[in-house]
């Protein structure tokens, strides 16, 4: 392969990639735009502030359940139709990340991957705390969410199906290809009670 088709390869690859994940991030954008903590007549209007006004815990649990399907569907829809082994390209978790970075630059809501079952593929993905510890173990056990609400901050994890296709690499020596979990934390600033 020449350099030449080699970017060309790249480009329709990313433009690709792009189409699945535009949908998903146009969703979560607009759920986030549409809080009353994000108004034009709030100072986070202006992308350089933070947002004035902290939301209710029910809009934030709102909030990150969308955010939740958003980055779900992302997730598995690049994995399963984008990603090839073979082509050198990071793996979709590792392309969300960047979203994840996106998001918390301008909208103040931090997300993060979760270990829960099969083999962890960055430190930073092991649970840290009390409550990821907590979530790891719900999440495990079948529940849909766990939650906390702790010093204005709500957090919300939530499971990430790893599907066959994941599990060559979290679950390598694996007896079956059954799907199995990794989490997905969204924590997001509240108006204290």
């Not at 350099?3 to 986030?32: H, V, W």
């Not at 934030?60 to 139709?81: G, S």
């Not at 392309?95 to 998001?103: A, K, L, N, T």
């Not at 705390?129 to 173990?137: G, I, L, M, Q, T």
Request: aromatic letters at 6%; charged letters at 25%.
């Amino acid at each position: 392969m020449t350099t030449i088709e080699f970017e060309e390869c790249s480009n329709r690859i990313t433009t690709r990639m792009a189409r699945c994940i535009s949908p998903a991030l146009f969703l979560g954008y607009l759920m986030l735009a549409s809080s009353p903590a994000f108004s034009e007549e709030s100072p986070a209007a202006d992308s350089s502030s933070k947002p004035a006004v902290r939301i209710s815990v029910e809009e934030a649990r709102r909030q990150a359940e969308v955010l939740h399907t958003a980055m779900h569907a992302t997730v598995q829809l690049v994995h399963h139709r984008y990603y090839k082994l073979d082509e050198g390209l990071p793996i979709p978790a590792a392309v969300v990340d960047e979203i994840f970075s996106e998001i918390a630059a301008e909208q103040d809501v931090e997300l993060r991957w979760l270990a829960v079952e099969g083999q962890a593929m960055n430190t930073d993905h092991i649970a840290r705390d009390e409550f990821e510890k907590a979530a790891v173990e719900a999440l495990k056990a079948g529940k849909p969410s766990h939650e906390q609400i702790q010093d204005g901050i709500f957090r919300r994890a939530a499971p990430i199906t790893l599907s066959n296709q994941c599990l060559k690499c979290h679950v390598p020596d694996r007896k079956s290809t059954e799907d199995r979990k990794a989490g997905l934390i969204i924590s997001i600033p509240v108006a204290k009670r």
